[in-house]
């Protein structure tokens, strides 16, 4: 069983869509969780960092990290064309991150 | 403007041929790594430095070296005992303290 999972799609919804991706993990010890967007051929760009359980906004994306679970979520609200890329979940107990294997979303105008 | 440079974007290896990529950070990070990506898979990572002189492996080494020299550079080589080099490559760095890692955007290595 691999430490991150998260479904690898493809995600194919709507132009003003709310979109959920998720991940799952087993190591208790994760403390940091991250998103990154990945575009096509380009290197990941972080998107959210957050710390502890709870709820955090930034403009259309909410990460949200339930630790009891060990279930973490990104929203997109009103997801634009210009959403389309893999999202990647990556979290660490130190300084090593441990990533999952990304969702690749297409948003269709 | 403060980065990470990655070149060259594509590369193309002949077989039996060592190549080396090369990353270059302008942050003042002192940690580095290097990721492999295939497609449809997440990040493996080849190897990695905390500080300069000094790094260790990741979990798929085998075939790779790497040098720290210097403090913005950790430049990655693919030898001719890595038989399936076909891959993206990225290299990412990070404050000692800091949990996240930035990244350069990437090579793409292809055998010929």
């Known amino acids: 069983q691999k430490e991150v999972e998260q479904d690898p799609g493809p995600l194919s919804v709507p132009e003003g869509a709310i979109v959920s991706l998720n991940c799952t993990y087993s190591n208790s010890a994760f403390q940091y969780f991250m998103w990154y967007r990945q575009y096509s051929r380009k290197g990941p760009e972080l998107l959210m960092y957050t710390y502890s359980s709870g709820n955090k906004e930034d403009g259309r994306f909410t990460a949200q990290v339930d630790k009891s679970s060990k279930y973490i979520s990104l929203f997109i609200r009103d997801s634009q064309p210009s959403d389309s890329a893999t999202y990647l979940c990556a979290m660490n107990a130190g300084n090593m991150l441990t990533f999952g294997g990304g969702t690749r979303l297409m948003v269709k105008p | ?112």
């Open chain 2, 1 to 112: 403007d403060g980065g990470i440079t990655q070149s060259p974007k594509y590369l193309f290896r002949k077989e039996g041929q060592n190549v080396t990529l090369s990353c270059e950070q302008n942050l003042n990070h002192d940690a580095m790594y290097w990721y492999r990506q295939d497609p449809g898979q997440g990040l493996r990572l080849i190897y990695y430095s905390q500080i300069v002189n000094d790094f260790q492996k990741g979990d798929i080494a085998e075939g790779y070296s790497v040098s720290r020299e210097k403090k913005e550079s950790f430049p990655l080589t693919v030898t001719s005992a890595q038989k399936n080099p076909t891959a993206f490559y990225l290299c990412a760095s990070s404050t000692t303290q800091g949990k996240t890692q930035y990244f350069g955007p990437g090579t793409r290595l292809l055998v010929l």
